[in-house]
T-cell receptor
Framework: AQSVAQPEDQVNVAEGNPLTVKCTYSVSGNPYLFWYVQYPNRGLQFLLKYITGDNLVKGSYGFEAEFNKSQTSFHLKKPSALVSDSALYFCAATDSWGKLQFGAGTQVVVTP | GAGVSQTPSNKVTEKGKYVELRCDPISGHTALYWYRQSLGQGPEFLIYFQGTGAADDSGLPNDRFFAVRPEGSVSTLKIQRTERGDSAVYLC??????????????FGEGSRLTVL
């Protein structure tokens, strides 16, 4: 069984400050981990993924995420947030091809 | 088209009616997924097709829900005897085959179903 937890419903950050969105996972096998973003009235968009290799993965729009096996975490980070980063962010996990398990989502609000 | 297309974008129906939701994936994408998203929740897996066959339908909540993909391209999600609890946004996604494409899903904008 797989599960994904996003402990924060909302994250507020001032523009220019670092942004972190937290995610922990439970996967029975080797985890494949993902971040997606949903802008208002837009479909979900893939941001980045961890499959294997380096624990720090880089993705679109300056985002990165760090895989931590001992803490079963995959937190999303951005060094300097923009107002346009305001959106709903979803962490997802799987242990095989096909079926992604999504978290409940974290709303990010970046204020000018 | 350039992206995943879903129709209708909005559907309002009465309890007990039959509903069909259509998904047109990105050309060349052999994998197709249906998810359901309720307000304040993340997407919930329903079914996954590889080509014409359902590779995993473990997320379909009951036998009122059925999906087909007869020619390996367009898919239709069918809901019989709709209930108010079926109200949600139904998301379709497609992806390329291959280990290197694992989890890189391209989502449509969804079909919002409201059951009165």
């Amino acid at each position: 069984a797989q599960s994904v937890a996003q402990p924060e419903d909302q994250v507020n950050v001032a523009e220019g400050n670092p942004l972190t969105v937290k995610c922990t996972y439970s996967v029975s096998g080797n985890p494949y981990l993902f971040w997606y973003v949903q802008y208002p009235n837009r479909g979900l968009q893939f941001l980045l993924k961890y499959i294997t290799g380096d624990n720090l993965v880089k993705g679109s729009y300056g985002f990165e995420a760090e895989f931590n096996k001992s803490q079963t975490s995959f937190h999303l980070k951005k060094p300097s947030a923009l107002v346009s980063d305001s959106a709903l962010y979803f962490c997802a996990a799987t242990d095989s091809w096909g079926k992604l398990q999504f978290g409940a989502g974290t709303q990010v609000v970046v204020t000018p | 088209g350039a992206g995943v297309s879903q129709t209708p974008s909005n559907k309002v129906t009465e309890k007990g009616k039959y509903v069909e939701l259509r998904c047109d994936p990105i050309s060349g994408h052999t994998a197709l997924y249906w998810y359901r998203q309720s307000l304040g929740q993340g997407p919930e897996f329903l079914i996954y097709f590889q080509g014409t066959g359902a590779a995993d339908d473990s997320g379909l909540p009951n036998d009122r829900f059925f999906a087909v993909r007869p020619e390996g391209s367009v898919s239709t999600l069918k809901i019989q005897r709709t209930e108010r609890g079926d109200s949600a946004v139904y998301l379709c996604a497609s992806s390329l085959q291959g280990w290197e494409n694992t989890g890189e899903l391209f989502f449509g904008e969804g079909s919002r179903l409201t059951v009165l």
